[in-house]
């Protein structure tokens, strides 16, 4: 049984509102929801101690949430986490800076583009 | 807790996201081919049709259905239904006389292996609030589900240790459609609890 034609032929004929949901409403959504779970399954990051901190953000929160309100959270505990122990506060607000700024872009996600001239080897420092 | 302001505050969400990958590819700890395969996986794979297999399975297989009230996180993860490390799942069934439906108080806790990313609305703090407070007219009001007074309601609250998925029961009439198919007759929404199937025939569905 070919199970992808299988999985489209049921998703094809689900008629229930909300099925086709894009999961995620942008790509930064998608790309933050990949960062946690990547780096939870790499052990970096504990689910838990994530998930935690994602609900304090949310706590108290009145009225509608919307999905970028949601994600936004995720991103904001995210950055929390990394900087307690994976990047430093310095490191992470220079690169966000940096895209701000359109130094960079999504382009060095893609594979194939060489970067090395951006990243200096030696780290003597 | 860290404590000060975050790095990103201010920033468009798009340049934090890609900010926090960009650095952590640099620190060798994640690459973006598996940020990628993450994404693709919740965005097409996983989705309610594990947990509508599941549902459809344990519907005529008895064997199965024990198992999974049972020991549910062993049975979901014997067929490679696995999500997150230390996460269980438990599937909780619906009879004539109960009904069951989920809520996570505490943010959008969800049992993404089996049923994928929550709808928007399960996100909602007044879906969570009503729902644990009133559950009957919330599940009138909001999703038309009238359930007679003889009918217990259980309002499941899913933490990040332990997320519930709701056994439907079946609709009228499903042993004569083919095993195949079956899925089709599950929803998301029956799964989470906010709809019922036990008292339709398939061809309402």
């Given amino acids: 049984m070919n199970l992808d034609h299988r999985i489209e032929d049921v998703l094809d004929s689900c008629d229930v509102p909300g099925e086709h949901e894009p999961a995620f409403e942008a790509p930064w959504q998608a790309r933050a929801f990949g960062l946690a779970v990547v780096l939870t399954e790499q052990g970096h990051v504990d689910w838990n101690d994530f998930q935690h901190r994602f609900a304090t953000r949310l706590d108290g929160r009145e009225g509608e949430l919307s999905e970028a309100d949601y994600y936004r959270h995720w991103v904001e505990a995210l950055e929390e986490t990394v900087i307690e122990g994976m990047a430093s506060r310095t490191e992470l607000s220079s690169r966000v800076a940096a895209f701000e700024r359109g130094e960079r872009d999504a382009s060095e996600f893609v594979a194939g583009v060489d970067h090395s001239h951006d990243h200096s080897h030696d780290h003597s420092q | ?205």
């Avoid at chain 2, 952590?24 to 794979?45: F, R």
């Avoid at chain 2, 309002?155 to 083919?178: C, F, H, K, Q």
């Fill in chain 2, 1 to 205: 807790m860290t404590s000060g302001e975050l790095p990103g505050r201010g920033a468009d969400p798009e340049n934090r996201a890609r900010a926090l990958q960009s650095l952590l590819i640099e620190k060798g700890l994640l690459s973006t081919d598996l940020v990628d395969e993450v994404v693709s996986k919740y965005e097409t794979d996983i989705g309610p049709i594990h947990g509508k297999r599941v549902v459809a399975r344990a519907w005529t297989d008895s064997d199965y259905r024990d198992r999974l009230l049972s020991d549910s996180t062993a049975t979901l993860e014997a067929e490679g239904h696995t999500g997150l490390d230390g996460v269980e799942i438990i599937v909780i069934e619906n009879t004539d006389h109960l009904h069951n439906v989920m809520v996570c108080t505490l943010c959008s806790c969800f049992p993404w292996p089996v049923l994928g990313l929550p709808p928007t609305w399960y996100k909602q703090p007044g879906y969570r609030a009503r729902m644990v407070k009133r559950p009957r007219e919330t599940l009138r009001e909001d999703f038309d589900l009238d359930l007679d007074d003889d009918i217990e309601i259980r309002v499941r609250d899913t933490s990040a240790e332990v997320r519930y998925m709701v056994l439907p029961r079946p609709p009228e009439g499903i042993e004569n459609v083919p095993p195949e198919e079956r899925p089709e007759y599950v929803s998301r929404e029956a799964m989470i609890g906010v709809e019922r199937l036990g008292d339709k025939h398939v061809r309402e569905l």
